[in-house]
């Protein structure tokens, strides 16, 4: 059984930068996805990034494309979110998930089979 733990998120204001970090322990998997969404009130959970477990393939929406960047680290069993110019509009909780099924990157978070517990990014005007 696969575990997710999210790290790096806190208070930023407007302009700012953040790094959020996942650790995935557990079995040993390969040929996966892994994924950040972004939950904020009254909005369904959204996928701001994605990226195959090789690293060789990556997703950012256009809403966050120029600002995210997500990146691997497969020697720590990591992956990271880089997120610049933060928004007020980011605000919300992030997850880290796992698609452990599919070897191309789906949107829908109802495909993604671990989640973490969330981590609280605010951004503030």
């Known amino acids: 059984q696969e575990h997710v733990i999210e790290s790096g998120g806190g208070l930023v204001q407007a302009g700012g930068s953040l790094r959020l970090s996942c650790v995935v322990s557990?079995?040993?998997?390969?040929?996966?996805?892994e994924a950040w969404f972004r939950q904020t009130p009254g909005k369904e959970r959204e996928i701001v990034a994605a990226i195959h477990w090789s690293g060789a393939t990556t997703y950012v929406p256009d809403s966050v494309k120029g600002r995210f960047t997500i990146s691997r680290d497969n020697a720590k069993n990591t992956v990271y979110l880089e997120m610049n110019d933060l928004r007020p509009q980011d605000t919300g909780v992030y997850y880290c998930?796992?698609?452990?099924?599919?070897?191309?990157?789906?949107?829908?978070?109802?495909?993604?089979?671990?989640w973490g517990q969330g981590i609280q990014v605010t951004v503030s005007s």
């Open positions: 998930a796992l698609d452990s099924k599919s070897s191309y990157i789906e949107f829908a978070p109802s495909k993604y089979d671990t």
């Open positions: 557990g079995r040993t998997l390969n040929n996966y996805i």
